[in-house]
């Protein structure tokens, strides 16, 4: 048989995968086009295996129907030496950047947000661990404009020189038909976290966030979150995200669409200065669940989210690196976490950077 004969089988899969990406252009209101990513800086899986990707040079969020409907996530082995140096050769390249990892939790693929030789990238990994380029060119999307973004300029000088516009967002997370995102907005309290209906309509202003830092002893507003996870508290939908230098907050979702242009969040653990969240899982481990953050200096995190509902706020300063709040045990088995997603009920994905920086992409059993 010719290579350009499809198998039955390769035929239907085809079929079905069409199938797929019409069933989610239509339901939601997806049109095929190019989409002008300015860049691939984090992602999210939402529904009908459609993909949200955060472009924060862009000020935007995309919605992409990415067709992916084969496979399983309990099948699933990823192990890839070199992500960095794999990816740029699948797609024609020469230098890669990973930005950000999904798992799409029915099929146990990975999308990865990329920068290729100063190109976005969004590209699969199967759970077989072979890379795809996911055509932007001729797919169904839909976009949403954050009119409030920062500017794009760098602004200060020496060490505080910085493009707040790179932190215009900051992390996704699919909720409740409504996608959450963190990050600045141009505005004196520039930190937010915004609610924006799906399919999209129009923008979200968002609403500031303070916080009080126990690590500076002092209230802020000004700091974007860096990673969040959305749960159910005491059945109360709630965001709990992490913060530089390490506060741990809660924050009600309905809080976030009240009159108002604040919201509080509660300090629920001081977890350490001099330190950056990277990213945040949650997962359930004989019927407990826990909370699971990787960290730029202070390794890996377990903490239990029993307790979260009725924990006390910080409102004392916490000094010379201390911790104080929700406990946490750190988890000495992952080293050089830098990106995680849930794989399976068993297993974590996760990107890990080792000595001399070069980056894997490989499996691991949740703590």
């Excluded at 973004?149 to 707040?164: H, I, L, T």
């Excluded at 960290?295 to 911790?323: F, H, Q, Y």
Aim: charged share 20%.
């Amino acid at each position: 048989m010719s290579r350009s004969t499809p198998t039955v089988f390769g035929l239907t899969a085809v079929v079905v995968c069409l199938a797929s990406t019409v069933h989610a252009a239509n339901l939601w209101g997806l049109q095929k086009g190019a989409a002008d990513l300015a860049s691939a800086t984090t992602l999210a899986m939402g529904p009908d295996d459609i993909l949200f990707v955060g472009d924060a040079k862009g000020a935007s969020v995309f919605a992409i129907a990415t067709g992916d409907t084969e496979g399983s996530p309990a099948s699933a082995s990823i192990h890839i030496d070199d992500l960095p140096k794999a990816l740029a050769a699948a797609v024609g390249g020469t230098d890669a950047t990973i930005n950000d990892l999904a798992v799409n939790p029915r099929t146990g693929t990975a999308f990865l947000a990329a920068a290729v030789d100063g190109k976005p990238v969004i590209a699969t990994v199967d759970g077989t661990g072979t890379i795809t380029r996911l055509p932007l060119e001729s797919i169904a999307f839909s976009k949403a404009v954050l009119g409030d973004a920062p500017a794009d300029e760098v602004v200060g000088e020496g060490r505080r020189a910085r493009n707040r516009r790179d932190d215009s967002i900051t992390d996704l997370a699919f909720f409740e038909n409504k996608l959450l995102v963190s990050g600045l907005r141009s505005a004196v309290a520039s930190s937010t976290v915004r609610e924006l209906a799906f399919p999209f309509a129009e923008w979200d202003d968002g609403v500031a966030v303070e916080i009080y830092h126990a690590a500076h002893g002092r209230d802020e507003d000004n700091a974007a979150m860096r990673t969040f996870v959305p749960l159910s508290i005491d059945g109360q939908p709630t965001i709990v995200g992490a913060y530089v230098c390490t506060p741990l907050v809660k924050i009600p979702v309905k809080a976030l669409s009240e009159p108002g242009e604040r919201v509080k969040g509660t300090t629920v653990a001081e977890l350490g200065n001099r330190n950056r969240p990277l990213d945040m899982v949650s997962y359930q481990k004989d019927g407990v669940g826990y909370l699971l953050l990787s960290n730029s200096a202070r390794g890996v995190m377990k903490i239990p989210t029993a307790g979260l509902e009725n924990a006390d706020a910080l409102s004392e300063p916490v000094s010379g690196g201390g911790t104080a709040g929700q406990d946490f045990e750190t988890v000495e088995s992952l080293q050089g976490v830098v990106q995680m997603d849930r794989l399976n009920d068993e297993m974590v994905l996760v990107l890990t950077e080792g000595e001399g920086g070069r980056q894997d992409l490989h499996s691991e059993l949740l703590p």
